[in-house]
């Protein structure tokens, strides 16, 4: 038998730990790596019994949530950031391509901090010093034209366009 979600968590009290994979990473990740079977969960498509309970416990817990996501990796927030507060599911994504549009997006509304700008910088200029050298990452395909150096020094770029609007 399924473990029940409670119902209108608050500040202040602990999510569980597919309450918080949710939020983090989306309500796919919550049910597929959750370790449970709860059926109703699956049918809803949510670990949380109704969407204004998923709004309430990402409301108690966003800014912990924002600053453990953006420490692990500069430019990433929480699944919830996207889908709930920028109303942008289309960069609520995993794929290190979409760094470009989510960075950009965070830069424009002034919602990077100081420390992940001076880390999405240093990687910036990293890649380009290797770009055109024989140590240019380039990703899994050694053809492929748009590397991981290429990548971030876009990232990198429309981080410091972003910054000036």
Not at 85 to 113: F, S
Not at 128 to 142: F, V
């Amino acid at each position: 038998m399924g473990r029940q979600t409670r119902t209108n968590v608050a500040a202040g009290v602990a999510l569980t730990r597919d309450e918080e994979t949710e939020l983090v990473s989306g309500p796919r990740a919550a049910l597929r790596w959750g370790g449970h079977f709860d059926r109703a969960a699956i049918a809803r498509g949510s670990i949380f019994l109704s969407p204004e309970d998923r709004l309430a416990a990402w409301e108690a817990h966003r800014d912990r949530l924002v600053v453990a996501v953006a420490a692990d990796e500069a430019g990433h927030r929480p699944w919830a950031t996207w889908v709930l507060d920028l109303e942008r599911p289309d960069l609520a994504t995993p794929y290190k391509e979409d760094d470009v549009g989510r960075v950009q997006l965070l830069a424009e509304r002034g919602l990077l901090y100081e420390v992940e700008i001076a880390e999405l910088e240093r990687i910036g200029q990293e890649a380009e010093a290797r770009i055109g050298t024989p140590h240019e990452l380039r990703g899994p395909d050694p053809n492929d034209p748009n590397g991981w150096d290429k990548l971030e020094a876009r990232v990198a770029r429309v981080m410091r366009e972003g910054l000036r609007r």
